[in-house]
C-alpha cells in the first residue's frame, strides 16, 4: 500500500536556527512531492514541490526541501527559522497515474523567540 | 481571484441529521476533491472528481454522497449524520497539469460536529 511517513508529531526550533521536518514515503513508481502548511483555522497551502532534476527544490517562504531516491525521503528545511512559521506541515506524494495525493500525518513546527 | 470558496464554515448537526456542504473554484480546474481532517490522522480523501460529469470514491466514502454540479462547483452530503463524522471537512483543487502533478488548492474549511 501506498504511505507516507512524517515521524515526529512535533518539532522544535529556536528562532534563527536551521529547522528540518522529515518525510519519507513508499509510493510506487516515481511519485511527485509536495509540501504543504496549515495555519490555525485555515486551509492548506502548497509551498514547494519536485518533480524531477535538481534534489534540493526551492519554494515560498524560504522553504526547500532534499529528495533522496535511495532513501524515499523528502524534508523540508529552512536555514532560518522565523517565529511566524510556526504551523502544521504536511508531506503528499502522489499516487502516480491517478488522481490520488497521499497525505502524511503531519509535523507541527514550533519556533520559540 | 477567491480560489476555492466552501460553505458553510461551521455547522453543528444532530444525530440522523443531513446536510450539504458545498464547494465552488473559479481556475477553471478539471478536477476537485474532498477530504476530512482529524487529529493524528491527516487528510483522507472521501471522494473525488476528475472532470466534470464524473465522480470516484476515495479512501473513507462511506456515509458521503457527493454531486458535481458542473465545472466550478462539487457538494458533498451527509445523508444521515453520525457522530463519527466530526471533523474538519475540506475541498480542494489541483491544478490543471495532469493526473497527480499539480499543486492542490484549498478552501478554507467548513467545520462540522454532530451531536
Known amino acids: 500500500a501506498q504511505s507516507v511517513a512524517q515521524p515526529e508529531d512535533q518539532v522544535n526550533v529556536a528562532e534563527g536556527n536551521p529547522l528540518t521536518v522529515k518525510c519519507t514515503y513508499s509510493?510506487?513508481?516515481?511519485?511527485?512531492l509536495f509540501w504543504y502548511v496549515q495555519y490555525p483555522n485555515r486551509g492548506l497551502q502548497f509551498l514547494l514541490k519536485?518533480?524531477?532534476?535538481?534534489?534540493l527544490v526551492k519554494g515560498s517562504y524560504g522553504f526547500e526541501a532534499e529528495f533522496n531516491k535511495s532513501q524515499t525521503s523528502f524534508h523540508l528545511k529552512k536555514p532560518s527559522a522565523l517565529v511566524s512559521d510556526s504551523a502544521l506541515y504536511f508531506c503528499?506524494?502522489?499516487?502516480?497515474?491517478?488522481?490520488?495525493?497521499?497525505f502524511g500525518t503531519g509535523t507541527r513546527l514550533k519556533v520559540l523567540a | 481571484n477567491a480560489g476555492v470558496t466552501q460553505t458553510p464554515k461551521f455547522q453543528v448537526l444532530k444525530t440522523g441529521q443531513s446536510m450539504t456542504l458545498q464547494c465552488a473554484q473559479d481556475?477553471?480546474?478539471?478536477?476537485m476533491y474532498w477530504y476530512r481532517q482529524d487529529p493524528g490522522m491527516g487528510l483522507r480523501l472521501i471522494y473525488y472528481?476528475?472532470?466534470?460529469?464524473?465522480?470516484d470514491k476515495g479512501e473513507v466514502p462511506n456515509g458521503y454522497n457527493v454531486s458535481r454540479l458542473n465545472k466550478r462547483e462539487f457538494s458533498l452530503r451527509l445523508e444521515s449524520a453520525a457522530p463519527s463524522q466530526t471533523s474538519v471537512y475540506f475541498c480542494?483543487?489541483?491544478?490543471?497539469?495532469?493526473?497527480?502533478?499539480?499543486?492542490?488548492?484549498f478552501g478554507e474549511g467548513s467545520r462540522l460536529t454532530v451531536l
Open positions: 503528499a506524494p502522489s499516487d502516480p497515474g491517478t488522481y490520488k495525493y497521499i
Open positions: 509510493v510506487s513508481g516515481n511519485p511527485y
Open positions: 519536485y518533480i524531477t532534476g535538481d534534489n
Open positions: 481556475m477553471n480546474h478539471n478536477s
Open positions: 472528481s476528475a472532470s466534470e460529469g464524473t465522480t
Open positions: 480542494a483543487s489541483p491544478a490543471r497539469q495532469g493526473r497527480g502533478t499539480g499543486e492542490l488548492f
